[in-house]
């Protein structure tokens, strides 16, 4: 078969295979010019040069890149961006993916499906008709890093769960209830977990769907897959998926024309663990995975759900996906407190004592690490690995002293408060004495134009979000409207001396 990316062009260094139809093609291109002017040369090439365009199948825009680093960064920062610059220029795209390459890849043409992470699944095992590649079956230690708060990292995951023939990720053997730590800021959470874990088969779920949020490395991946172990244990039918997963998977199964059968296996199970729910994307699967949710809550079978924030600032998900998971127990995973990170932190270091036996840290030391790394467990991971490096590579004993140089960019990188929209609508109307109905209306008065455009660019400058997404959230506005405003609260600041103190100060009220 002939390799399509020895003959593919290349646009403004992004790839657009030869898998892609002339229309898609086209549409991809002019998006990377208006990715590149709106950017900047330097943001377009550092993120965007090696993204390439693998193929258009049911109205998802399959996307790869070479590295999970750059892969990680574009779904945080840049979905939006991507997806809503090239629905503009190709209409009959509704979701975007985005995957990493391999050297396999390279080798054959695009697939409709692109591969997941880990080892390759054959059509037998997938249940996929050969001739194309699925998404391949990856170690949970891989898949979901901020496992690690509440234990060590290994490189051994459990074998995947099965239930009537769909296929689970695999599960982590060392995430269960066992080995997580419990603290006030997760104590809640892990009852509800351990709730739904424990409840006898065929009892009526209490907590349904149960919804766990928070910031990254606290824990959720952690009682998901303790939730599963323990489910699959007492016999229950369990199914553990991201929502990444989820999304091609279900594209899959529309290739592959058995996306009824599709449904019927999921909604057969007992337990349903859906991982990075905030990265599921497109109108067609997320109408199913909601038709899903009601078709397990009516069946009374368990759905447990975590993300990186609470359901009403989903912003991407449509509005009865959101009232959906809004509707179960939603319980936030808080940051962990000192004392709770000292318990992580002796428990990393009784891990590494397995192989690095000399390996010491007295309590002073513990103590000051667990003190000044306020973030999440993956720096104590971090934090362990500097503090090992230092004591078998110096042969020196552990002093604080030693410890604060060691972790010295760790104590620096603190994971900013996150900013929302809300909150910035809510303080602005506070400051500026109107109400956010006010800031939200479509009132042109100049007390509540000035209000409402300083909340719009404290939305631009402070979230991730798109302008489109900013201007919906302002009463259903146009991106242009939202542009306007941005500059010309720019324009004001940089001429008005105290207009620029006023923005500096609500911008320090949102972030502290």
């Known amino acids: 078969m002939m390799n399509p990316r020895a003959s593919a062009p290349r646009l403004e260094s992004a790839q657009t295979p030869t898998s892609v139809d002339d229309g898609h093609a086209e549409a991809w291109k002019r998006t990377c010019r ?18 390439e365009l693998d193929a258009v199948r049911d109205g998802v825009a399959l996307l790869s890149v070479p590295t999970r680093f750059l892969k990680s960064w574009i779904q945080s920062h840049y979905t939006d961006k991507i997806l809503a610059t090239l629905t503009a220029e190709a209409p009959s795209v509704t979701a975007i993916l985005v995957d990493v390459r391999t050297s396999a890849r390279s080798a054959h043409l695009r697939p ?35 496992a690690s708060s509440n234990a060590m990292r290994q490189p051994r995951p459990t074998t995947s769960v ?34 739904i874990a424990t409840a006898a088969p065929g009892e009526a779920p209490i907590y349904n769907p149960l919804y766990l949020h928070s910031a990254v490395g606290l824990g959720k991946t952690h009682l998901l897959q303790a939730i599963g172990h323990t489910a699959n244990e007492a016999g229950k039918r369990v199914i553990y998926l991201t929502a990444e997963k989820f999304m091609y998977r279900f594209v899959c199964a529309l290739k592959a024309h058995t996306a009824i059968a599709f449904k019927e296996k999921l909604r057969g199970i007992d337990v349903l663990l859906i991982d990075d729910v905030q990265f599921l994307q497109g109108k067609s699967i997320q109408q199913e995975f909601c038709h899903t949710l009601n078709a397990l809550i009516d069946a009374g079978r368990q759905i447990v759900v975590a993300a990186d924030r609470p359901p009403s600032d989903l912003e991407s998900l449509e509005e009865r996906v959101r009232s959906r998971l809004a509707g179960g127990l939603c319980v936030e995973m808080g940051g962990l407190d000192e004392q709770l990170r000292l318990k992580i932190l002796e428990m990393r270091i009784a891990a590494a004592k397995v192989s690095q036996p000399g390996f010491d840290v007295p309590a002073p030391v513990a103590a000051y690490v667990a003190r000044v790394i306020e973030t999440n467990g993956r ?37 900013p408060k996150r900013v929302k929209i809300e909150d910035i609508q809510k303080l602005v109307a506070t400051h500026y004495n109107v109400s956010r109905a006010d800031i939200l209306s479509s009132r042109r008065t100049a007390t509540v134009v000035r209000p409402r455009q300083i909340a719009m660019y404290l939305a631009k400058v402070l979230t991730l979000r798109s302008l489109p997404e900013i201007g919906r959230r302002f009463g259903g506005r146009d991106h242009t409207t939202v542009l306007h405003a941005v500059r010309k609260i720019e324009g004001l600041a940089g001429k008005d001396g105290s207009l620029s103190e006023e923005i500096e100060l609500l911008k320090r009220m949102l972030v502290e």
């Open 379 to 415: 720096d104590l991971d971090g934090a362990v690995s500097r503090l090992l490096a230092r004591v078998t590579l110096t042969g020196a004993a552990l002093t604080v002293e030693m410890a604060e140089d060691a972790i010295r960019d760790l104590v620096r990188t603190r994971e």
């Open 34 to 51: 208006r990715l590149r002017a709106e950017l900047g040369e330097d943001v377009f090439t550092s993120w965007f040069g090696r993204l």
């Open 162 to 195: 099965d239930a009537d023939g769909l296929s689970s990720s695999p599960l982590d053997r060392r995430l269960t209830f066992s080995s997580f730590l419990v603290g006030k800021s997760n104590q809640l959470a892990h009852a509800a977990a351990q709730r």
């Open 112 to 146: 409709s499906v692109p591969e997941n992470r880990g080892h390759q699944s054959t059509g037998a095992s997938s249940g996929a008709p050969s001739g194309f590649l699925v998404e391949r079956p990856t170690a949970v230690f891989e898949e979901s890093p901020r």
